[in-house]
T-cell receptor, first 111, second 113 residues
Framework: AQSVTQLDSQVPVFEEAPVELRCNYSSSVSVYLFWYVQYPNQGLQLLLK??????LVKGINGFEAEFNKSQTSFHLRKPSVHISDTAEYFC?????????FGSGTRLQVQP | DADVTQTPRNRITKTGKRIMLECSQT?????MYWYRQDPGLGLQLIYY???????NKGEISDGYSVSRQAQAKFSLSLESAIPNQTALYFC????????????FGEGSRLTVL
């Protein structure tokens, strides 16, 4: 069975500051990893994904994530956040079946 | 038009009523899913279907049933709704490539009084 842990339920940050949202996973097999973003009152959209290859993955809106197999982590980073990045972020893992999601991290960007 | 369409978008009902949430997709994907979102719990898988003749229970299937009427249609039913089924429900699809990447509908907000 696979599981995902998002260590922070809320992350407040000031505009233009860097941010890291943490994600750890557990799985007995090779996995695919994803970050999704949910803006207020909207559905989820894909931010980025790791399938194979380079462990540093770049996504939309300036976000990137690094796959670390030894630490079973897939942390999401952005060097400078904007007010418009305020949203909930979900990490997810797949072993080629259905996705398993973490509990989410609410990013609150303050002016 | 959205690739994954959910109806209704909002529904208020009473305890004991039967409710059906419908999902249709134009992405041509074989795989379809129903997830439930509750604050602080993320998304939990209710049911999923890898093709028209394949239905699988997810982690929280009790109290729910599904029907895969066609490749493009996957409906979720609550036979007798209860207040703790108040939540935001998402339908999603994925291709048969096997990566698991999901494409979501905009959600159906259900309130059970």
């Amino acid at each position: 069975a696979q599981s995902v842990t998002q260590l922070d339920s809320q992350v407040p940050v000031f505009e233009e500051a860097p941010v890291e949202l943490r994600c750890n996973y557990s799985s007995s097999v090779s996995v695919y990893l994803f970050w999704y973003v949910q803006y207020p009152n909207q559905g989820l959209q894909l931010l980025l994904k790791y399938l194979s290859g380079s462990t540093l993955v770049k996504g939309i809106n300036g976000f990137e994530a690094e796959f670390n197999k030894s630490q079973t982590s897939f942390h999401l980073r952005k060097p400078s956040v904007h007010i418009s990045d305020t949203a909930e972020y979900f990490c997810a893992v797949s072993d080629r079946g259905a996705l398993t999601f973490g509990s989410g991290t609410r990013l609150q960007v303050q002016p | 038009d959205a690739d994954v369409t959910q109806t209704p978008r909002n529904r208020i009902t009473k305890t004991g009523k039967r409710i059906m949430l419908e999902c249709s997709q134009t992405k041509g994907h074989d795989r379809m899913y129903w997830y439930r979102q509750d604050p602080g719990l993320g998304l939990q898988l209710i049911y999923y279907s890898f093709d028209v003749k394949d239905i699988n229970k997810g982690e929280i299937s009790d109290g729910y049933s599904v029907s895969r009427q066609a490749q493009a249609k996957f409906s979720l039913s609550l036979e007798s709704a209860i207040p703790n089924q108040t939540a935001l429900y998402f339908c999603a699809t994925s291709g048969t490539g096997g990566t698991g990447e999901l494409f979501f509908g905009e959600g159906s907000r259900l309130t059970v009084l």
